[in-house]
């Protein structure tokens, strides 16, 4: 189920890299922003990569699944799922 060879990284609060372990049984969930806001940081989204690791002759395969809440959901107090999306893509130019 999970990642076929390594490569995937985290970055913690130092700004260091950490290598994510990669097993055939393990599965990895990155947390994104939105349930990052919706859990008041309870849940911390968070900040990754994926590196091809050095001498690797082998393919890494990943099947990453994105959810998203429907736009009417509140994420705090003052923002709905839709409106965080708008904010983002706007940030992000593609708005």
């Known amino acids: 189920v999970?990642?076929?060879?390594s490569g995937l990284q985290v970055k913690d609060n130092f700004n260091?890299?950490?290598e994510v372990p990669c097993t055939k049984e393990s599965i990895v969930v990155n947390i994104g922003d939105m349930l990052d806001l919706a859990t008041d940081n309870y849940y911390r989204?968070?900040?990754?990569?994926?590196?091809?690791p050095e001498n690797s002759n082998t393919a890494r395969l990943s099947l990453p699944l994105?959810?998203?809440p429907d736009?009417?959901?509140r994420l705090s107090a003052d923002k709905t799922a839709k409106e965080y999306l708008y904010e983002r893509l706007v940030e992000l130019g593609l708005k």
């Open 45 to 52: 989204s968070t900040t990754h990569r994926v590196v091809n």
């Open 71 to 73: 736009p009417k959901v």
């Open 66 to 68: 994105f959810l998203h």
């Open 2 to 5: 999970g990642a076929t060879s």
């Open 16 to 18: 260091q890299w950490h």
